[in-house]
């Protein structure tokens, strides 16, 4: 069986538009013919990139490092 593939960046632009008309993501994707997860993923993926860019704390991952004590100012 072939596999159909389609370049969807070329459809964002239509995918925006019907769903600021108020279509939803099985509609849309029944009109242009992509599956309702590849259309709901294409609607939230500029979303992301914007967030990552307005991020600017990077998020801290793992254990916080242990306190040291100040032992050089005793000495």
């Known amino acids: 069986m072939s596999?159909?593939?389609?370049?969807i960046k070329g459809y964002y632009e239509e995918m925006e538009r019907q769903h600021?008309?108020?279509?939803?993501?099985?509609?849309?994707?029944?009109k242009l013919g992509f599956t309702k997860e590849q259309v709901k993923?294409?609607?939230?993926r500029p979303r992301r990139k914007a967030q990552k860019q307005n991020a600017?704390?990077?998020?801290?991952?793992?254990?916080?490092?242990?306190?040291?004590?100040?032992?050089?100012?005793a000495l």
């Open 3 to 7: 596999r159909k593939y389609t370049q």
């Open 20 to 30: 600021q008309e108020g279509c939803s993501c099985r509609e849309i994707g029944e």
């Open 41 to 44: 993923e294409c609607l939230r």
């Open 56 to 73: 600017s704390i990077p998020n801290r991952r793992g254990r916080p490092a242990k306190q040291m004590p100040c032992i050089l100012s």
